[in-house]
């Protein structure tokens, strides 16, 4: 738990109803529930959401990324492909503020869980809609994943090396990209309808959408300029010194020294003075344009000392660098505990799991991490009957049937 704040949570009294499985929209009620929101999740009986399943396992078979990817939420279990179980779904939307989704375009119109539906029971419905190409267009009914959207949304085109297939980034980049723009249009469509009296609506993301708005000016670039940006390693083009420097104990640090007082700062470090009044590296341009050979003279320097003497020099120089860090690294780091950038929160399976905190901090009304990713329909009793008003009888037939 961040410290601070008066004890409240800035979307407490929002309820939203998350659909689909997987990264986009699951991110997207992980970000919604961090900060209050009531996330009800809809989970098919007897399966669950596959992030059930992914990612690294204890030895006893637990999965370390739901616990995470569920965090805040709470999970009822419905057959939609039932009409019994989409009719449930249409009563708690009727009593819910959002609905996260993201399933492959036309699929909720086909269950009569489409917008123009949702909407003529529940006015003020915001529903955030995330898919790999959008709800509109001539893709819109392809399957997309998140690696499609990196693709088409120009990122991996830009990463990596030159000489070598773009790789990925370690990462589900495009997914969770998306899951933080539908996070974020939600909220703005509460506003609009809370503050200025506004209707509910949809909220679009396309995957590619997502990763195409973190860009830059790639697009500029080529259509007045006629330039393809592409893959350059660890350095931007132009951008002197900042990259990749390897240490004499076989490690690396990550340099930033491109501003012009800053490389003053660091010429004077390395004991180069000169280098910041010489016409080869005085200037922003005259670095840029010899990038490659100001980076081997940093790499000559930084290989013959160890990383902690690297950063060291830097630090008293007031030059922007860094290590890489590793999970080992972050759980060991002063600024990360200062910070309670990692919460542990306990596991009634594994018991104390730690985690990612709740990002941004709000000094008034912070997020909280408040339990891991629970249960196959942990809260059916919960949500089916005190928000729905279902009797034990009702359930005990709905399980007979199958439809929860």
Partial sequence: MVEGGNGTRPLEGVRVVEMGSLLAGPFCG???????????????????????????????????????????KKSVTINLREDEGQAIARRLITEADVVVENFRPGTLEKWDLGYKALS?????????????????????????FGSIGEAMGGIRHVTGYPDRPPPRVGISLGDSLAATFGAFGA?????????????????????????????????????????????????LPFVAPSNTYPTGDGDYVVIGANADTVFGRFAKALGHPEWAEGERYATHHARGENQEELDALISDWTSQRNAEEVLEIMKEASVPAGKLYTAEDMLSDEQYAARQNIVTVEDPEIGPFPMQNVVPRLSETPGVVRWTG??????????????????????????????V
Avoid: C
């Avoid at 399943?53 to 204890?58: D, E, I, K, L």
């Avoid at 009957?385 to 007979?400: F, H, N």
């Fill in 30 to 72: 992980q970000l919604l529930a961090d900060f209050g929101a009531e996330v009800i999740k809809l989970e098919p009986p007897g399966k669950g959401d596959p992030m059930r399943a992914w990612g690294r396992h204890r030895k006893e078979g637990r999965t370390l990324w739901w616990p995470i990817i569920a965090r805040n």
């Fill in 120 to 144: 003529g029971i529940n006015p003020g419905l915001v529903m955030v809609r995330v898919s790999g190409y959008g709800q509109t267009g001539p893709y819109k009914d392809q399957a997309g």
């Fill in 187 to 235: 909220v703005t469509a509460l506003f609009n309808r809370e503050a200025r009296g506004g209707k509910g609506q949809v909220v679009d993301v396309g995957i590619y959408e997502a990763v195409l708005a973190l860009m830059e000016s790639t697009i500029p670039e080529y259509a007045l300029a006629g330039h393809v940006r592409g893959r350059t390693g660890a350095i």
């Fill in 374 to 403: 629970p249960n196959l329909g942990q809260h059916n009793d919960e949500v089916f009957k005190e928000v729905l008003g279902m009797t034990e009888q009702d359930l005990d037939g709905l399980r007979q049937r199958g439809i």
